[in-house]
């Protein structure tokens, strides 16, 4: 059975702080549980990643307009997404998009859209 993978793309070019990118994927993984609607296949995926290993990735987005782009791709796919919007209480600006967080689904599918970005590191 392939691995059920959930993604985060997040910005590079906002110089996160260790302990700010955690907090922003925290929030991706919460918005992925409670705030998506799945299809059945879908609902199927994250089932099967809650009782796997539920992997997670982060991967860099290295500006603000690859950020957009990949915005506008995800919107244009079936994939189930969040954007992550920091409320701007430390390090970022007020409504500053950090962070696209992608519903769990089989790596095969999310290379084509994501598989060109590097981790984030």
Do not use: C
Not at 27 to 38: A, E, I, P
Not at 70 to 82: D, F, G, V, W
Not at 90 to 98: D, Q, W
């Amino acid at each position: 059975m392939e691995e059920i993978v959930m993604y985060f793309l997040a910005r590079k070019d906002l110089k996160m702080s260790p302990g700010k990118l955690a907090a922003q994927v925290g929030h991706g993984v919460q918005y992925v549980l409670t705030r998506l609607q799945y299809t059945e296949s879908q609902e199927e995926d994250l089932t099967l990643w809650k009782a796997g290993s539920s992997a997670k990735i982060v991967l860099a987005v290295e500006s603000l307009a690859q950020f957009t782009q990949l915005k506008e791709t995800l919107a244009a796919s079936p994939i189930p997404y969040a954007v992550v919007i920091d409320e701007g209480r430390t390090e970022i600006e007020p409504n500053t998009e950090t962070l696209l967080a992608l519903s769990a689904l089989p790596r095969s599918r999310a290379v084509p859209l994501v598989g060109y970005l590097p981790l984030y590191r």
